[in-house]
């Protein structure tokens, strides 16, 4: 490990785990070490029952560059490398996407190549009004990975995707917010406020019942009415067995705030 990798800074208040990649000198570019390390956060952060909502945001002025352009030029010399980077890669990206917790991505900066999906990867994104996705694949002689092309044609649709990908485009804030990339674009020095609250709200909410929700909008992405009707049956019968589905009835018959426990 070299004397600049740094590992994820990552903490826990009120219910919300802050995971930070953190190595701003790289645009917090990946390495094998920060890939490893930033799933074991993952992993961390989804069996503490503690943690109700999870937060991913880059150190310093960006959020990440995707991968380093010293190791991209490695894998054009040496196919196994090319292999193991960019499934290791995709596989972080995917263990995010799988987190059953609410995952809000707050995008500081610019994001890059892998950083995109990264990024796209978390259930609710805000971004800070310097934050821009720079599609470079093409420029750089790459197809996209690690689920961009997926990400993009699923939120823009395959014409307005290959307009992007194809054309390297760079997107700033507001064009993200306009495509729907990206759920809010606030003032730079507002993002981390806005998202604590935003995450905080979250955390206090039935967390069974947000895992439930979070699986069953995923599911109606890719199934017919029929098919989502019936899994949304099913999620809400044990949603109803909950002891907070219990206290959201309670507290709305008594006219109070509801003190979710988590059960």
């Known amino acids: 490990m070299d004397q600049v990798e740094r590992t994820p800074i990552y903490k826990v208040e009120n219910g919300v785990a802050w995971i930070t990649m953190n190595r701003p000198e790289t645009l917090n570019a990946f390495t094998p070490e920060l890939i490893h390390e930033m ?52 596989d972080m990206v995917y263990r995010l996407y799988s987190i059953k917790k609410p995952v809000i991505g707050a995008v500081n900066g610019p994001a890059f190549g892998a950083g995109i999906p990264t990024a796209m990867a978390c259930d609710i994104i805000i971004a800070s009004e310097n934050a821009q996705f720079g599609y470079s694949f093409t420029g750089l002689g790459f197809c996209p990975d690690s689920g961009a092309t997926w990400f993009l044609a699923q939120r823009v649709g395959y014409n307005k995707a290959a307009e992007i990908l194809f054309s390297a485009k760079t997107l700033k804030a507001d064009e993200l917010l306009e495509l729907g990339l990206v759920n809010a674009v606030v003032p730079h020095d507002a993002l981390l406020p806005t998202v604590k609250k935003t995450a905080e709200r979250i955390a206090a909410g039935p967390s069974v019942a947000l895992m439930l929700q979070k699986r069953v909008l995923r599911n109606a992405v890719s199934s017919t009415f029929e098919q989502n009707k019936d899994f949304e049956a099913i999620a809400q019968i044990f949603a109803s067995q909950t002891d907070d589905c219990a206290e959201g009835l309670k507290s709305a018959l008594e006219r109070r705030r509801p003190q979710f426990s988590g059960k």
């Open 39 to 90: 799933m074991d956060c993952f992993d961390k952060a989804e069996a503490d029952d503690a943690v109700k909502a999870i937060v991913l945001t880059g150190e310093g002025r960006g959020f990440t560059s995707g991968g380093n352009l010293m190791e991209l030029a490695e894998m054009n010399k040496d196919r196994l490398r090319a292999i193991y980077d960019v499934d290791s890669t995709a």
